[in-house]
């Protein structure tokens, strides 16, 4: 079936680099992506969303940007910090509404 | 903001036991929770949608008779693992629906170890 993915498993930054995130979605119908950052243990937190009608959203120290032609979204995180350290996934709607389908995740490793 | 709380966070069975697993929306109301499963180093899985009053929506995979969700009030969605084996530990989250915009919630998780 359709599905959202993630391209890198695994991300390794230096504090204060920028990181970028990367997933591809396979449903050309989805209008709506969200991004959730997880700590080891925890559950999952919501970070930023964006709409269809938008090329880019950003929020403090993120920024996403979603090419829909081909059908790709990027979270990028500004001067990466210690605490930015956990897996990210990206996740959509399951059927233009909730609940949530999830891509595989990609842990982001904060060098100090 | 929006709370979400499970009870327990943690918890440790033998094989063959019941554990019940709580997830409530602290300030507001949800006619619909959600369950996903999650295995280490792997993503969420949808397992069921709670809904408030009537039966949950199973995932395909998902035994229903194994997995008893009951969402019997606004603020709160149980999930009993029954006959509990090893192959049914893992981390479970739920996830609370906040309308109208359709927000979702996500509780701390709870971790179950199968012995």
Redesign the interface.
């Known amino acids: 079936g359709e599905s959202v993915g993630l391209h890198l498993p695994t991300l390794s930054v230096q504090e204060g680099d920028n990181s970028i995130i990367n997933c591809a979605y396979s449903n050309s119908a989805s209008d709506y992506f969200i991004w959730y950052k997880q700590e080891s243990g925890k559950g999952p937190q919501f970070i930023i969303d964006i709409r269809s009608n938008m090329d880019k959203r950003q929020g403090q120290r993120v920024t996403v940007l979603l090419n829909k032609t081909v059908k790709h979204l990027s979270l990028q995180i500004a001067a990466t910090q210690p605490g930015d350290s956990a897996v990210y996934f990206c996740a959509e709607p399951y059927s233009g509404n909730t609940p949530l389908v999830f891509g595989k995740g990609t842990r982001l490793s904060v060098i100090a | 903001g929006a709370v979400?709380s499970?009870h327990p966070s943690r918890v440790i069975c033998k094989s063959g036991t019941s554990v019940k697993i709580e997830c409530r929306s602290l300030d507001f109301q949800a006619t619909?929770m959600?369950w996903y499963r999650q295995f280490p180093k792997?993503?969420?899985?949808?397992m069921a949608?709670s809904n408030e009053g009537s039966k949950a929506t199973y995932e395909q995979g998902v035994e229903k008779d194994k997995f008893l969700i009951n969402h019997a009030s606004l603020t709160l969605s149980t999930l009993t693992v029954t006959s509990a084996h090893p192959e049914d530990s893992s981390?479970y989250?739920c996830?609370a629906?906040r309308e109208p915009y359709?927000?979702?919630?996500?509780?701390?998780?709870t971790?179950l170890t199968v012995l």
């Open positions: 979400v499970q619909t959600f792997q993503s969420l899985m949808l949608t981390f989250i996830s629906n359709n927000e979702q919630f996500f509780g701390p998780g971790r």
